[in-house]
């Protein structure tokens, strides 16, 4: 197991006690190493510096007591933005109808990137339009995805933080 994915399965329970998900866990750097976490609220409210300070805190000592990365690392603790990228399978259907990019491993129907709406998830594959194409992509072959920032996704943002805080 990578550690990556070993800090994956160190930190998704404690984050689910705290009250947050997990949305990805990476890891980067050559001699400056950088960790990062990046978790939405379980209520899928607003993510605050609050918010991150709370799982840094919460995190932390348990990142130093279980000790699954052996070279010095910073740990940096995120929110997945607006424009968040797509690492679970549910993300496909839970962003149906936004535009997003996906860049698959190998090529489906000749291609590799697809702009376009998604259309949310089949099985184990997930949905892209492209131009009125439907492109059905397996989701163990995406090598990154992400929402794309549109105005109707930056509306629908914004209408859900009036509908948390009303």
């Known amino acids: 197991m990578d550690e990556a994915a070993l800090v994956r399965k160190l930190v998704e329970p404690a984050l689910d006690a705290l009250g947050y ?3 990805r866990v990476k890891l980067s750097g050559g001699d400056d190493r950088r960790l990062q ?4 609220r ?3 409210a607003e993510m ?17 007591a279980e000790d ?13 933005g607006i424009d968040r990228p797509l690492v679970r ?5 839970r962003f149906s109808g936004f535009s997003a990019r996906v860049e698959s491993r190998t090529p489906v129907v ?6 376009g709406v998604l259309k949310g998830a089949l099985g184990e594959d997930i949905l892209i339009d ?7 992509v397996p989701f163990v072959e995406i090598h990154r995805a992400k929402l794309i920032l549109t105005d109707e996704l930056i509306a629908a943002s914004q209408n859900a933080h009036k509908r948390q805080n009303a």
């Open 21 to 23: 998900e997990l949305v």
């Open 37 to 40: 976490i990046m978790a939405e």
């Open 42 to 44: 379980g209520d899928r």
């Open 48 to 64: 605050t510096v609050d918010d991150c300070a709370t799982i840094s805190r919460g995190l932390s000592s348990l990142l130093d």
């Open 68 to 80: 699954p990365i052996p070279d010095a690392y910073t740990l940096e603790v995120s929110s997945p």
């Open 89 to 93: 399978l549910e993300d496909y259907d």
């Open 110 to 115: 000749d291609r590799k990137k697809f702009s």
């Open 130 to 136: 492209v131009e009125g194409e439907v492109y059905q």
